[in-house]
C-alpha cells in the first residue's frame, strides 16, 4: 500500500522562500506519479505540480511555473517541492498523492487522477 507523509509547511513572509517533502514507504515508487496539490480556504482543490518518477518528467500548474520545483529523490523514496517568491495567495493546505502511471493515459496536476494522499502540511504567506 502506498502510504505519503507531507512535512516543510509553516509561516514564511511574502518573497520568502520553503521547500516541502513527501516521504513514501517505497511501494513501486519509479511507476508512480506524484503530485503537490493544495486547497485555501473556500476553494476547490487544486493541482500545483507533479512528476513522473519512471521518466523523470514534471508538470507544472501556471500558478507555480516559474517559481516552484517539483524533483525526486528515488534513493529516498522523496518527492520535494521547493516554493520561491511565496505570495499570500500561495496561503493553504498542501497535499502530496500518488497515482500509478499504468493507471492513467498521461500524468497530469488534476486531483481526481490521484488515489493516494498525504495528510497535508500548512502553508501561510504573510507578512
Known amino acids: 500500500e502506498v502510504q505519503l507523509v507531507e512535512s516543510g509547511g509553516g509561516l514564511v513572509q511574502p518573497g520568502g522562500s520553503l521547500r516541502l517533502s513527501c516521504v513514501t514507504n517505497g511501494f513501486y515508487f519509479d511507476d508512480y506519479a506524484i503530485g503537490w496539490f493544495r486547497q485555501a480556504p473556500g476553494k476547490e482543490r487544486e493541482g500545483v505540480a507533479c512528476?513522473?518518477?519512471?521518466?523523470?518528467?514534471?508538470t507544472y500548474a501556471d500558478s507555480a511555473k516559474g517559481r516552484f520545483t517539483i524533483s525526486s529523490d528515488s534513493a529516498k523514496y522523496t518527492v520535494y517541492l521547493e516554493m520561491n517568491s511565496l505570495k499570500p495567495e500561495d496561503t493553504a493546505v498542501y497535499y502530496c498523492a500518488a497515482v500509478s502511471i499504468f493507471d492513467v493515459l498521461k500524468v497530469t496536476t488534476s486531483p481526481e487522477s490521484y488515489n493516494y494522499w498525504g495528510q497535508g502540511t500548512q502553508v501561510t504567506v504573510s507578512s
Open positions: 512528476i513522473n518518477n519512471n521518466e523523470n518528467a514534471a
